[in-house]
């Protein structure tokens, strides 16, 4: 039987990563992200195998990102019992991602079920629970960077730096199939050189397929210097007006990145060392992951984390656990800076701070993350006059700032250099991209005379 390999999910879309690898005797998955959707598409998707959950031989995980770790528990209650790989870091921070999931799932569906209650529907229940998400990590089997392991009968991994976030893997496979041995990459997803905290993503060779993400392969972000200078320009205006600056943040990777960023800002003296709380205890957490696998951090964070002075600890900050100090925060009329999630402004503590500070001129809300469609972060960068925050409308006042120069993604230009670094290549998968992006990446790499290719959902192919 020759090795194949299909495309479960996160195919002409950006979540729900998930691919299988077969050959004569072993079954291997590759991710079992989350697809995030609307509620009932949400259900059926990530209850949907298009294989045996029971016949995997092992889980190769890439990263933490819900997207790429956020149905294992559900895969587990289908019936996987094998072992899950993934780095130290990986395994560490996908604990905490997924209670997190299971949390909002748990509550998501008792709201839902109050309504269903009253209409005499039938009741729901969550994909998992937090419990069963505590559970499934304990299946975790960490792995080290650069070591090559047999995962499953004919299969051998290694994982490599991607660059990406904390603890993120380049996944690559030895298939042997009868004399000869097929090597397969997965940059799903590929981080960016030059990142502030981790190392630049690291080059597989030898490859003959190549699976990789296009979230932006049509197009180029401004270089991560500009995050910090306009970082700094926006609070210092915010000061001048006596305000205080909010800023939504995906408690994973891009928190701690403005922490980083705002230490340095201060330490340089260009801006003033006004208070900083990090109103999150999703976001504490996961920080104090990171100031624990400096293994997974450039150089340079490492060392100044081991000789005590760590990015992450610095007078004026202030980690936030207490509801009620959260709450406070609001009576307390200096300026300040406010870290809070969720990311796109849809649940969490940030929405108290939104409601409380967006209708007053001084104050500024700084957008440093990607805002989907339809949520209430696309809604204040889009600076509607008029936005609706537990179902009162509140004026948009507040001066609105978006910084697009985070992304921790490789760009188009980041990823055909890293392409051309990989080659010779059989054959480039593109996944993990809206279809606009993986279109222009496959546009570009044919252009390039390169056998690209944008497979379609659950597609089988040989690899041969
Ligand atoms: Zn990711
Ligand atoms: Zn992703």
Redesign the pocket.
Known sequence: MPATLQFLGGVRT?TG?SHLVKCLKSEVLLDA?LFQGHRDEFYKVNTTFEYNPHKLDALILSHA?I??CGNIPGVIKKGLSCKIYTTHATKDLSKLMLEDSGKIQEEDINYVNKINRRLGMPLRKPLYTKKEASKATRKFHPLSYGHRFCVARNIFATLVDAGHILGSSIIVLDIKDGVKTIRLGYA??LGRRGLPLLNDPVIPKGLDYLIL?S?YGGRMHAPIQDAESRLRDAINRTIERKGKIIIPSFTLERAQEVIYFLNKLIREKQIPAIPIYVDSPLATDITEIFQFHTDYLNAESAEAIKRGDSPFEFLNLRYVRDQRESKNLNNDKRPMIIIAGSGMCESGRVLHHLKNNIEDSRNTVLVVGYMAKDTLGRRIVERLRYVRIFGVEYELNAEVVVINAFSAHADKAGLVDFINKALPLKRIFLV?GDEEQSLALFNTLQGMGLNAYLPAKNEEVLLE
Do not use: A, I
Request: proline share 0%.
């Open positions: 950006v990563s992200g990102h997207d790429h799903v997803d993400e979230t993990h």
